[in-house]
């Protein structure tokens, strides 16, 4: 059965500090992933995806994750944070076979100024 | 510009009282989902429809339904609104599904409490 697994339930970065979210999967077979953005009493939205195409992957708002196998890792960097990057961030996975997504726990990114 | 559409935004609902959330889109996709979210968790798959293929999640409860009377619509029929079922419930559409190509859009979601 395949997981993900976010680490760090809260993370906090100063004003144009780099982020970093981390997100591990399992599974038997290469995934697809996915990085969702939610802010406050919105729905989720698509910062970018894996699909095996190329294991860096570059979104929208500066974001970009890059895939490592030997790590089971797709972990979420943006080089320099903004107040308007504080939300809740989703990794979710997606099986061939599936036909839903698994969400990690969400990590709460806070942005001090 | 295509988009993924719930109403209402908020809902409130007394303890028993059966309650609609809608859901419309723009998209033309063939799969439309209900997750529910309850407070600092993640989204969790209620059940989805891949055209009028309705697919229930093993763990929902039957107070909880469904219908998609045509591509563009779908509502979350909760019959007996329990205190429990307080949440963030998301609609989202995808064109197929299960395919590592394809993308779940959602819509702004609809946050329900029950008094």
Request: glycine share 6%; proline share 6%; with cysteine.
């Amino acid at each position: 059965a395949q997981s993900v697994t976010q680490l760090g339930s809260h993370v906090s970065v100063s004003e144009g500090a780099l982020v970093l979210l981390r997100c591990n999967y399992s599974s038997s077979v290469p995934p697809y992933l996915f990085w969702y953005v939610q802010y406050p009493n919105q729905g989720l939205q698509l910062l970018l995806k894996y699909t095996s195409a190329a294991t860096l992957v570059k979104g929208i708002n500066g974001f970009e994750a890059e895939f490592k196998k030997s790590e089971t890792s797709f972990h979420l960097t943006k080089p320099s944070a903004h107040m308007s990057d504080a939300a809740e961030y989703f990794c979710a996975s997606l099986s061939g076979s599936a036909r839903q997504l698994t969400f990690g726990s969400g990590t709460q990114l806070t942005v001090l100024p | 510009d295509a988009m993924v559409i719930q109403n209402p935004r908020y809902q409130v609902t007394q303890f028993g009282k059966p309650v609609t959330l809608s859901c419309s889109q723009t998209l033309n996709h063939n799969v439309m989902y209900w997750y529910q979210q309850k407070s600092s968790q993640a989204p969790k798959l209620l059940f989805h429809y891949y055209d009028k293929d309705f697919n229930n999640e093993a763990d929902t409860p039957d107070n909880f339904q469904s219908r998609r009377p045509n591509t563009s619509f779908c509502f979350l029929d909760i019959r007996s609104p329990g205190l429990g079922d307080a949440a963030m419930y998301l609609c989202a559409t995808s064109r197929v599904p299960g395919l590592g190509t394809d993308t779940q859009y959602f819509g702004p979601g609809t946050r329900l409490t029950v008094l």
